[in-house]
């Protein structure tokens, strides 16, 4: 097997980087992303409900 270059070494240790992390700051990394999921959740969700009205209201006026 030939003998890494710096290059190769060094994108390794990139690599690596996300892995050896301290579990804490990981979790806080973590729990950030999932409040934004959380976020969009909802929005998404209120959206939806918002959009399910309009389209009942539509429906009750075209049914008069």
Do not use: F, N, W
């Amino acid at each position: 097997m030939p003998a890494k270059t710096k290059r190769e070494k060094l994108l390794a240790q990139e690599r690596r980087i996300p892995y050896t992390l301290p579990i804490a700051s990981t979790s806080v990394v973590l729990h950030e992303d999932l409040s934004y999921i959380r976020r969009d959740i909802r929005k998404t969700l209120l959206l939806s409900i918002i959009a399910i009205g309009i389209e009942l209201v539509l429906t009750i006026l075209e049914r008069r």
